[in-house]
């Protein structure tokens, strides 16, 4: 079934340096036709994707369904698929992954554990694109998180990077570290509740990417140094029962319009969201906050990808 040559998109390791050029190429034309009010061309017309989503979503789901529609191709699907598929009758990823691939060229496949995408990969006719595995990996995520910071920053090689919130369990910052990594930055800040700060393996790959790093729990001096601040919510899910633990990490670290008037001015705020208290809404009228056009980012990025996925170019 699986098949070595489908363009699968699993985790962020995966994306070569020039690769990464024409996807962003790409995805930069799409965005200013798209912002002069011109049409995009039906590049996907005829395909059909499978959008198999078993955690919530929003920027993820809605994005790829848009982008898909955009470019003139199908979407069916699920936005919960441990109800409205047949994994509520206990039926196996693997044997779902099976049968979706009759039905359309590509599944966009949400899962609640990590390596799920790998799993599917392995026995999917049709390609794979990680939307998020659990505690994970969201490539994607990546994928425009190193879009937008190239719209701000010329060199990523220059950057120090603080990446602050839940590091152990937060899949966008995995996939994020393990992409800037590949590239080169000037030097990570982690700062995390030591319940869930950075994961050692990851720490181990930067160490061996030769990329010096800190783990802080001063959110204050690490962005008095930082050109990218990447703040991440408190992933409640995957705290079980320990309430407790939950909300000792949850509201540990918050950016107010006082705590960001000691970044640099140069410096950009980003976070995947949903937020959930990390970021107070007042903040949101500085020029330094740019998540919502990382969020609007998503729509550009995911249509170059599924481009790619779909071998049109
Ligand atoms: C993230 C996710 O699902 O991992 N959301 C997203 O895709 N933008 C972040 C999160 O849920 O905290």
Same mark, same amino acid.
């Given at each position: 079934m699986g098949?070595?040559?489908? !363009?699968?998109? &699993?985790r962020s390791q995966q994306f070569e340096p020039e690769w990464l050029d024409q996807l962003f190429l790409r995805a930069q034309e799409l965005k200013q036709l798209k912002l002069k009010g011109g049409q995009w061309s039906k590049t996907l017309q005829g395909k059909r994707m499978n959008a198999f989503f078993y955690q919530p979503s929003t920027r993820t789901y809605f994005s790829f369904l848009a982008a898909m529609q955009a470019l003139g191709g199908q979407v069916i699907g699920t936005e919960n698929a441990g109800i409205f598929s047949s994994a509520a009758k206990g039926e196996s990823l693997a044997d779902s992954i099976k049968v979706l691939g009759s039905y359309g060229d590509v599944i966009v496949l949400r899962y609640p554990e990590a390596g799920g995408a790998k799993q599917a990969a392995a026995v999917s006719s049709i390609p794979i694109i990680n939307a998020g595995d659990g505690p994970g990996q969201h490539p994607t995520q990546a994928l425009l998180d190193v879009f937008t910071i190239g719209e701000h920053h010329q060199d990523t090689r220059k950057l120090v990077v @603080?990446?602050?919130g839940d590091l152990a369990n937060g899949? @966008? +910052?995995h996939s994020l +570290? #393990?992409?800037l990594a590949k590239m080169g930055v000037a030097k990570f800040i982690f700062v995390a509740p030591k319940l869930v700060g950075m994961r050692p393996n990851i720490l181990q790959h930067v160490h061996d990417h030769g990329i010096p790093f800190e783990e802080t729990e001063s959110l204050d001096a690490a962005i008095a140094q930082s050109d990218v601040i990447y703040m991440t919510r408190i992933q409640k899910e #995957? $705290?079980?029962? !320990?309430?407790e633990d939950y909300e000792r990490c949850r509201g !540990? $670290? &918050?950016? @107010? =319009?006082?705590?960001?008037a000691g970044a640099p001015s140069s410096a950009i705020l980003m976070h =995947?969201?949903?937020r959930v208290g990390e970021i107070t809404p007042e903040v949101d009228a500085d020029p330094r906050a740019i998540y919502f056009e990382q969020a609007a980012n998503g729509l550009y990025v995911r249509a170059a990808l599924l481009e790619w996925v779909l071998e049109v170019w």
């Open positions: 098949s070595s040559t489908l !363009r699968h998109i &699993v @603080t990446l602050v899949r @966008t +910052v +570290v #393990y992409l #995957y $705290f079980g029962d !320990r309430i !540990r $670290f &918050v950016i @107010t =319009p006082d705590v960001l =995947p969201l949903p």
